[in-house]
Nanobody, 122 residues
Framework: QVQLVESGGGLVQAGGSLRLSCVAS????????MGWYRQAPGNQRELVAAITSGGKTNYADSVKGRFTISRDNAKDMVYLQMNSLKPEDTAVYYCEASIYKYWSSTVGSDYWGQGTQVTVSS
């Protein structure tokens, strides 16, 4: 089984910083892309940032210039550095990975972590 485990959430004041980490474990061939999503109460889950195995990144407009996604392919980890946090960043943050389960796989399978709460006070 493939598991994604997030860490690093918490409570921070507006203007502060947090760093989220996510590690993938289990049996799989390779990770294609990794990303961070978030879901606030009453809202749909939305993409925050994503990164390919080659390091190409994509960000939601609301976090551009404040958040930075990075990954360590050797450790099967992805990170989200969040600076200048705002109360509207408050949400549960989920790690997502698209993974080739087997060497013969031609389509990636999506896996999700259980989420980590980020709360930004004003």
């Amino acid at each position: 089984q493939v598991q994604l485990v997030e860490s690093g959430g918490g409570l921070v004041q507006a203007g502060g910083s947090l760093r989220l980490s996510c590690v993938a474990s289990g049996r799989f061939f390779s990770i294609i892309g990794m990303g961070w999503y978030r879901q606030a109460p009453g809202n749909q889950r939305e993409l925050v940032a994503a990164i390919t195995s080659g390091g190409k990144t994509n960000y939601a407009d609301s976090v551009k210039g404040r958040f930075t996604i990075s990954r360590d392919n050797a450790k099967d980890m992805v990170y989200l550095q969040m600076n200048s946090l705002k109360p509207e960043d408050t949400a549960v943050y989920y790690c997502e990975a698209s993974i080739y389960k087997y060497w013969s796989s031609t389509v990636g399978s999506d896996y999700w972590g259980q989420g980590t709460q980020v709360t930004v006070s004003s």
